[in-house]
């Protein structure tokens, strides 16, 4: 295996573990933004009860204490949701090297591959225009009497 294929891979690893880095903050990320509209789901529901409902929670405050809860927990998951995010922006960033790295070693094997195989032709050609001329006009143009 050349030096070339060898960083290739490398490459190519590391842009996968960015890519595996990344899926598992998108993961926690959906999953926050899950817990959020669910906690503004219930919300919404205990807003669309009937007054005569609420009567008994207000009388003991729990209404308050209930909206206070929802306030809080709101906050700390969307605190969570923010650092989710930062760290995203990071292994987005890293993602992005990643694949610039593994882009260009991709490219430069394949430039090598292409001036090899242009090497090649123009060597192919050298040749059948030697033996074209050693061999001289009979053999190519099919005229030896």
């Known amino acids: 295996m050349t030096d070339r294929v060898q960083l290739s891979q490398a490459m190519e690893a ?3 573990a960015a890519q595996a880095a990344l899926q598992d903050i998108r993961a926690e990320e ?3 933004r899950q817990s959020l509209a669910e ?3 219930q919300r919404m529901a205990s807003r669309a009860l009937p007054l005569e409902q609420w009567a008994a929670p207000r009388a003991i405050g729990a209404d308050i204490l209930w909206q206070g809860w929802t306030q809080r927990t709101r906050q700390e998951l969307n605190v969570k949701l923010a650092q989710v995010l930062v760290r995203k922006a990071e292994k987005m960033a890293a993602l992005r090297h990643a694949f610039g790295r593994a882009e260009a070693v991709r490219r430069m094997i394949q430039d090598e591959k292409t001036a090899r195989r242009k090497a090649a032709q123009g060597r192919d050609l050298e040749r059948d225009q030697y033996l074209a001329l050693m061999n001289g006009p009979t053999s190519a143009g099919g ?3």
């Open 30 to 32: 959906t999953a926050l």
């Open 143 to 145: 005229q030896n009497r």
């Open 39 to 41: 906690l503004d789901a």
């Open 14 to 16: 590391a842009y996968q």
